[in-house]
């Protein structure tokens, strides 16, 4: 059975830093890629970034150059850091257990129970 744990969320003031974690159990962890994603009320869950088993990586156009992703195969982890934040990144972020291939992320049916960010103007 696949479970993913997200950690670190919480209130921050803009402009701060957060790095959340997303800790993998029950998959061949080091041979699959991993997925951000957030959610806000009545909106579309967005990918945020994700990351490969090859660690290549993929960012969304709004956290380039403020959310960096990286992975920990040894403690089956990966790692979200947000510098910068703003207001709206404020949601509820979730990790997924996917594919990232060609530049492009297919999630599964595995998600995490979601952490809460919110940043302070």
């Known amino acids: 059975q696949v479970q993913l744990v997200e950690s670190g969320g919480g209130l921050v003031q803009g402009g701060g830093s957060l790095r959340l974690s997303c800790a993998a159990s029950?998959?061949?962890?080091?041979?699959?890629?991993i997925g951000w994603y957030r959610q806000v009320p009545g909106k579309q869950r967005e990918l945020v970034a994700a990351?490969?088993?090859?660690?290549?990586?993929k960012l969304a156009d709004s956290v380039k150059g403020r959310f960096t992703i990286s992975r920990d195969n040894a403690k089956n982890t990966v790692y979200l850091q947000m510098s910068n934040l703003k207001p709206e990144d404020t949601a509820v972020y979730f990790c997924?257990?996917?594919?990232?291939?060609?530049?492009?992320?297919?999630?599964?049916?595995?998600w995490g129970q979601g952490t809460q960010v919110t940043v302070s103007s």
């Open positions: 029950g998959s061949p962890f080091s041979i699959s890629s």
């Open positions: 990351i490969s088993s090859g660690f290549s990586t």
């Open positions: 997924n257990l996917g594919k990232l291939y060609s530049g492009t992320y297919y999630p599964s049916d595995y």
